[in-house]
């Protein structure tokens, strides 16, 4: 395999603060490819969240798994893609298939690219011994155990074990998304019921490859009314954020005005942590999400940007929540 590296365009560093390269691996995947890409990474002082696109049919698939762990271990992010001679920016779009489709999952955050092919069969080796049933179990555990380690659902293996050794099976990108093969830059939401003393919370937190980590909070204190408490990374703009004027709650498709309901504002460090108070109309609305929830500020009510996040998954915070507010007491 073929490593060659790019630095981020100037303008984009001065203007949006970026500083990722852009890794383009190409080829067959050897037992040492993994080597190869670790000492570019120290070469040329690459940072992690540096973008890594793969086009390759395979190869070794100890070499696939050494490669998307030293990917993962440098929190690189992988696509699926090849160099483009008139733009490094829009890469054409590649294949990756077998070692490939293993390596590809090394990455922290893993992107789909359209037009592109991801493609999983049956392991094989092409030497026969005596012992090829103990390798097969040997091997079946080792890829599983990847696949689980970086956070993919292991029916892929099971997908792949379905084609044979000369045939790939390609999933459509929403199978892909399903799997978790690909997340497009953002992880799985997490909702949970905790406390601390004197308080219990229902918390949705994800992460993203652009904000970092968002969080949603319903807090119940032993005294006093219920607030909603709000994290999100606003990076070099929060001191500008902070003076926004408009605060909104996005519930599924809708959103609504919620600044009269504000408590206070502060930035840490980029990150903007709000606060407001809650009253039954706030949580009406609520009650009635299903699929998304977010929260966000903005210069003014019809200004067409914003920073927050606005489609954070509420599936499991809905299912939570009737059990919360009955212990809370439905306290606003």
């Known amino acids: 395999m073929h490593f060659e590296a790019f630095p981020p365009n100037s303008a984009a560093t001065q203007l949006m603060g970026v500083h990722a390269w852009t890794i383009y691996a190409s080829g067959e995947i050897d037992a040492d490819a993994d080597k190869r890409l670790s000492a570019l990474l120290v070469e040329k002082n ?7 696109y793969l086009n390759s049919p395979g190869g070794s698939l100890l070499g696939g798994i050494k490669l998307g762990q030293t990917i993962r271990k440098h929190f690189l992010y992988t696509y699926i893609g090849h160099l483009n001679p008139g733009s490094l920016l829009h890469p054409n779009p590649g294949y990756c298939f077998s070692a490939c489709a293993l390596a590809f999952l090394g990455g922290e955050y893993r992107f789909w690219t359209k037009g592109s092919v991801y493609g999983v069969h049956r392991f094989f080796w092409k030497e026969h011994t005596n012992n090829d049933a103990d390798i097969a179990q040997i091997l079946s555990a080792s890829v599983v155990q990847y696949i689980r380690s970086m956070g993919i659902d292991t029916k ?3 997908l792949a074990s379905e084609a044979g050794s000369s045939d790939a099976i390609t999933p459509t990108p929403d199978e892909l998304l399903t ?36 969080k949603f909070m319903l807090t119940c204190p032993a005294k006093g009314p219920m607030f909603l408490y709000a994290i999100f990374n606003a990076g070099p703009n929060a001191n500008e954020v902070m003076g926004w004027s408009t605060d909104w709650l996005f519930s599924d498709k809708s959103q609504f005005q919620i600044q009269d309901m504000q408590l206070s504002r502060l930035n840490k460090n980029g990150e903007i942590n709000i606060f407001f108070k809650v009253d039954d109309a706030l949580l009406g609305i609520l009650a009635r999400t299903r699929a998304t929830v977010g929260i966000g500020l903005s210069p003014a009510p019809g200004a067409a940007i914003f920073e927050g996040f606005d489609y954070m998954p509420f599936a499991g915070g809905a299912a939570k929540l009737p059990g919360f507010l009955q212990v809370c007491g439905h306290r606003s």
């Not at 690459?46 to 890594?52: A, L, N, Q, T, Y």
């Not at 978790?180 to 993203?208: F, R």
């Open 46 to 52: 690459i940072p992690g969240g540096s973008f890594v």
């Open 156 to 158: 892929l293996f099971a």
């Open 179 to 214: 799997l978790n093969v690909i997340n497009n830059g953002q992880k799985p939401v997490q909702w949970s019921l905790e406390s601390l003393p004197g308080m219990m919370y229902l918390k949705g937190q994800q992460e993203n490859w652009v904000n970092g980590v968002s």
